[in-house]
C-alpha cells in the first residue's frame, strides 16, 4: 500500500506528541447522551440523536473537552449514507448531516478553547469517526469481522461518508472498532486518494493478540506501520484487562504512535444490545500510567466510560502523577 511522500498538511498527532507526550482522548458519546435524557434506542445509535437533539451531542463533546479531553470523536460513528437511507434520507441530505458531525464538534471545540485558561494543553483536535462495516448491519458484526463481502462492497459503503467527513473540515478521521484486517486494508487504500488527510487505525480484538476477525495484531502493525497517512494505530472497546498485552504487541511491530481507548470493563450483548458484568470505569485513569508505560501516547475511553475518568486521565497527566 503506497501512499504519497508530501504531505503539505502537517500531521496532526505528530504535531501534538512532540509538545506533548501524550494525546488525551474524549470518552464514550452515547452513555452521556442518555444521561441527558437521549433515547438510543435504534439501529442508528447516536446518529438519531444527530438527526432529533443535535445540542445534547454539543454538550457532550464540550463536556468532554472541560473535564480535559484533547480530541473529540464526532458522533458520525453509525451516521452513514446507506443507514440514513434506510430512514428514507436522500443521500445529499445524508452527506449534509454527517459533515454536521464535524461542525458541532469543531464549534464545541471552538467555544471550549475561547474560554479555556490552561496553558499546558494543545488546543484539541476533531476527529471524524469511520465505524465499521458492522456497524450499520446493527447485528454485533463489529465484534466478529467476517463479513462475507468484498472489497468493491466496502470501499462503496465508506468512500462517501469518509469524502463527506474530509470536506467538512475534520483534522484527521478515525478509523474506529475496526474488527477486519480486510476492512482496514480497504480504509487504508481509500485515504491515499485524499493525500492532505491522515486518519488513525483502532481495531476491535479477540484477544490481546488479535484483532476479531483472528488477525495477528503483529501482522496488523507490521502491515499498516507502513502507511504514511496512517497516523496512529491501536485498540478500542476492548476490556481493560487486555490493553497492556496488546499494546506491547503493537510497540513490537511499529514505531507509530499507539492509540488505545477501551471500554468499562463491562461486556456486550449483541443479540439485546445490552451491557452486563461489573463495570471498570472507575480504573481507566489508574490503568493509564500503566498502559502509557506499555508504549502508549493516545490515550481515552471507549463504551461506558464518562468526563469523570477523562478527567481523572487529565488531572494525573498535568500535575505530573502519570
Same mark, same amino acid.
Given at each position: 500500500?503506497?501512499?504519497?511522500?508530501?504531505?503539505?498538511?502537517?500531521?496532526?498527532?505528530?504535531?501534538?506528541?512532540?509538545?506533548?507526550?501524550?494525546?488525551?482522548? +474524549?470518552?464514550?458519546?452515547?452513555?452521556?447522551?442518555?444521561?441527558?435524557?437521549?433515547?438510543?434506542?435504534?439501529?442508528?445509535?447516536?446518529?438519531?440523536?444527530?438527526?432529533?437533539?443535535?445540542?445534547?451531542?454539543?454538550?457532550?463533546?464540550?463536556?468532554?473537552? %472541560?473535564?480535559?479531553? +484533547?480530541?473529540?470523536?464526532?458522533?458520525?460513528?453509525?451516521?452513514?449514507?446507506?443507514?440514513?437511507? #434506510?430512514?428514507?434520507?436522500?443521500?445529499?441530505?445524508?452527506?449534509?448531516?454527517?459533515? &454536521? @458531525?464535524?461542525?458541532?464538534?469543531?464549534?464545541?471545540? +471552538?467555544?471550549?478553547?475561547?474560554?479555556?485558561?490552561?496553558?499546558? %494543553?494543545?488546543?484539541?483536535?476533531?476527529?471524524?469517526?469511520?465505524?465499521?462495516?458492522?456497524?450499520?448491519?446493527?447485528?454485533?458484526?463489529?465484534?466478529? =469481522?467476517?463479513?462475507?463481502?468484498?472489497?468493491?462492497?466496502? %470501499?462503496?459503503?465508506? %468512500?462517501?461518508?469518509?469524502?463527506?467527513?474530509?470536506?467538512? =473540515?475534520?483534522?484527521?478521521?478515525?478509523? !474506529?472498532?475496526?474488527?477486519?484486517?480486510?476492512?482496514?486494508?480497504?480504509?487504508?487504500?481509500?485515504?491515499?486518494?485524499?493525500?492532505?488527510?491522515?486518519?488513525?487505525?483502532?481495531?476491535?480484538?479477540?484477544?490481546?493478540?488479535?484483532?476479531?476477525? =483472528?488477525?495477528?495484531? !503483529?501482522?496488523? #502493525?507490521?502491515?499498516?506501520?507502513?502507511?504514511? &497517512?496512517?497516523?496512529?494505530?491501536? /485498540?478500542?472497546?476492548?476490556?481493560?484487562?487486555?490493553? @497492556?498485552?496488546?499494546?506491547?504487541?503493537?510497540?513490537?511491530?511499529?514505531?507509530?504512535?499507539?492509540?488505545?481507548?477501551?471500554?468499562?470493563?463491562?461486556?456486550?450483548?449483541?443479540?439485546?444490545?445490552?451491557?452486563?458484568?461489573?463495570? #471498570?470505569?472507575?480504573? /481507566?485513569?489508574?490503568? #493509564?500510567?500503566?498502559?502509557?508505560?506499555?508504549?502508549?501516547?493516545?490515550?481515552?475511553?471507549?463504551?461506558?466510560?464518562?468526563? !469523570?475518568? /477523562? $478527567?481523572?486521565?487529565?488531572?494525573?497527566?498535568? $500535575?505530573?502523577?502519570?
Amino acid at each position: 500500500m503506497s501512499t504519497p511522500s508530501e504531505h503539505p498538511v502537517t500531521n496532526p498527532i505528530q504535531s501534538i506528541l512532540q509538545q506533548y507526550p501524550i494525546l488525551i482522548l +474524549d470518552g464514550a458519546m452515547a452513555t452521556e447522551l442518555e444521561r441527558h435524557g437521549a433515547n438510543l434506542d435504534d439501529p442508528l445509535w447516536s446518529a438519531r440523536v444527530l438527526l432529533e437533539q443535535p445540542d445534547l451531542i454539543y454538550q457532550v463533546h464540550l463536556e468532554y473537552f %472541560r473535564a480535559g479531553a +484533547d480530541c473529540a470523536i464526532t458522533a458520525s460513528y453509525q451516521a452513514t449514507v446507506a443507514g440514513l437511507a #434506510a430512514r428514507g434520507i436522500p443521500e445529499q441530505d445524508a452527506l449534509a448531516l454527517i459533515k &454536521q @458531525t464535524v461542525a458541532i464538534a469543531c464549534q464545541a471545540r +471552538d467555544d471550549f478553547w475561547a474560554e479555556n485558561t490552561d496553558k499546558n %494543553r494543545p488546543k484539541p483536535l476533531v476527529a471524524a469517526s469511520v465505524g465499521p462495516y458492522g456497524a450499520y448491519l446493527a447485528d454485533g458484526s463489529e465484534y466478529v =469481522g467476517h463479513y462475507g463481502v468484498s472489497d468493491h462492497t466496502l %470501499r462503496d459503503f465508506h %468512500r462517501p461518508r469518509m469524502e463527506a467527513l474530509i470536506q467538512a =473540515g475534520a483534522d484527521l478521521l478515525a478509523f !474506529e472498532t475496526i474488527p477486519s484486517f480486510q476492512e482496514a486494508k480497504v480504509l487504508a487504500e481509500l485515504l491515499t486518494a485524499y493525500p492532505q488527510a491522515y486518519a488513525w487505525l483502532s481495531f476491535s480484538l479477540s484477544s490481546g493478540q488479535a484483532i476479531s476477525d =483472528g488477525t495477528p495484531l !503483529e501482522v496488523c #502493525a507490521e502491515t499498516f506501520g507502513s502507511c504514511e &497517512q496512517i497516523a496512529a494505530i491501536g /485498540i478500542n472497546c476492548a476490556p481493560l484487562t487486555i490493553v @497492556t498485552e496488546a499494546v506491547t504487541v503493537l510497540r513490537q511491530g511499529t514505531g507509530k504512535p499507539i492509540i488505545v481507548y477501551p471500554n468499562s470493563g463491562e461486556t456486550y450483548d449483541a443479540n439485546t444490545k445490552t451491557w452486563h458484568g461489573e463495570g #471498570a470505569c472507575d480504573s /481507566i485513569d489508574n490503568k #493509564a500510567g500503566e498502559w502509557y508505560e506499555a508504549g502508549a501516547r493516545i490515550i481515552g475511553g471507549c463504551c461506558r466510560t464518562t468526563p !469523570e475518568q /477523562i $478527567r481523572g486521565i487529565a488531572e494525573a497527566w498535568r $500535575r505530573g502523577s502519570m
